[in-house]
């Protein structure tokens, strides 16, 4: 009987048992949480788009006459200088076109020559009634032809000097010379397609083409004319590019040109940048990063990166409210700014956001709240 009694009492010690558990449970104490107030702060805004660098000027090296080319003067790929000889057209037929053209030019200076003296004689014996008015008349006709065919000679001569200098192909500008396009010996002419020679970019300073889209540049537009955004004088915006391998680009720039209009066919807005490139380091045709400096916007609400939490399809902060009981408050993200999130939508600043002990405070639940440590808080601050 006694063994039957205490197997009788046991169920009724475990029931009790775990009714001392749940009651230990319900007295847990709060979870203790480390928060940091949501400030507000003017906060240097950097837009970004995709870029590709061009030469500043970009010129096409061509044979302005027809010939031969006997030679090339240049390194493919080097730098050339302004005026720097680059190419040499076969001159000969253009030395004998010159010499003829100056034996035509002197044939018409002689015949220019004796009409003038024809016509000093005939003036005055015109006066004396010695000679006749037909006489008098063809006298000066025929000095008038003879000045208007030297001007036609002189003018031939200066064509034919002309053409004979065109056969030294020289660098319109300074920079950087891509290859031969086409080889010695071969005919070259003035035509589209057997003229260009070789080209030209000037790599310093560079361009940097890039493009925004007209949303962007409707809100940009909207937030400067409600006093969010600052934008910087003249709209001088600072350019920095960011090179394929993630580095970036020693020397900044400005924004040079913006246009006037949207290309309707992307819907986008097309822009330009003026880039330092003394040592040659970017080349025309690369494609970067543009990263555009000199908006600030206004009264921005900075909340730590770690105080988000991902909550399904949506970005969420616990907050603390004035009784210690969490809040989750679901929020938008703009950029960031160091450690931090610019809040978009969903705070107002000054909330208590939770940053440590995320994990054990439950919405709903009531918290022990103490500020983040110094670390957390400078990390806040960047």
């Known amino acids: 009987m006694p063994n039957a009694r205490f197997a009788f009492a046991l169920p009724f010690l475990a029931l009790l048992a775990a009714c001392g558990q749940k009651e230990e449970a319900r007295q847990a104490p709060p979870a203790a949480v480390a928060v940091i107030e949501a400030r507000k702060a003017d906060v240097p805004t950097v837009f970004e788009a995709v870029g590709q660098t061009a030469g500043?000027?970009?010129?096409?090296v061509r044979a302005r006459v027809e010939g031969i080319l006997l030679r090339r003067t240049y390194t493919e790929g080097q730098p050339v200088k302004e005026g720097q000889l680059l190419f040499q057209i076969d001159p000969a037929p253009y030395k004998?076109?010159?010499?003829?053209?100056?034996?035509?030019?002197?044939?018409?200076?002689s015949a220019m020559d004796k009409s003038r003296l024809d016509k000093e004689r005939v003036i005055p014996l015109y006066k004396e009634n010695a000679v006749s008015r037909k006489d008098y008349d063809d006298a000066l006709a025929a000095y008038d032809s003879a000045v208007a065919n030297l001007d036609a000679a002189t003018a031939k001569t200066q064509e034919a000097q002309i053409n004979l200098g065109y056969t030294e192909v020289v660098a319109p500008i300074g920079g950087m010379a891509s290859k031969l396009n086409v080889s010695e010996g071969s005919l070259v002419s003035q035509t589209a397609s057997g003229g260009l020679l070789t080209t030209i970019a000037q790599l310093d300073p560079l361009y940097a083409n890039f493009s925004f889209s007209e949303a962007d540049q409707l809100a940009l537009q909207a937030a400067a004319k409600a006093g969010r955004m600052v934008l910087p004088k003249n709209n001088r915006f600072e350019i920095e590019l960011k090179l394929a391998d993630g580095s970036i680009y020693e020397r900044r720039g400005m924004l040079d040109?913006?246009?006037?209009?949207?290309?309707?066919?992307?819907g986008t807005i097309k822009a330009r940048a003026v880039i330092p490139n003394p040592d040659?380091?970017?080349?025309?045709g690369q494609f970067v990063r543009v990263l555009i400096h000199g908006a600030t916007l206004k009264n921005a609400i900075l909340v730590p990166q770690r105080a988000v939490v991902q909550q399904q399809a949506s970005k969420v902060v616990l907050v603390v409210n004035d009784k210690n009981v969490v809040e989750p408050h679901p929020v938008e993200l703009g950029a960031t700014h160091g450690n931090d999130y610019v809040i978009d939508k969903g705070l107002k600043?000054?909330?208590?956001?939770?940053?440590?002990?995320?994990?054990?405070?439950?919405?709903?639940?009531?918290?022990?709240?103490?500020?983040?440590s110094a670390p957390a808080s400078a990390d806040a601050a960047k």
């Not at 040659?280 to 025309?284: E, T």
């Not at 600043?349 to 983040?372: N, Y």
């Open 96 to 109: 004998a076109a010159l010499d003829q053209a100056r034996g035509v030019q002197a044939q018409a200076k």
């Open 349 to 372: 600043g000054g909330e208590r956001v939770i940053v440590e002990g995320i994990l054990k405070a439950r919405p709903g639940s009531t918290v022990t709240v103490t500020v983040a």
């Open 257 to 266: 040109f913006a246009d006037s209009k949207v290309d309707p066919s992307t």
């Open 280 to 284: 040659s380091r970017l080349l025309p």
């Open 56 to 60: 500043y000027r970009e010129i096409d």
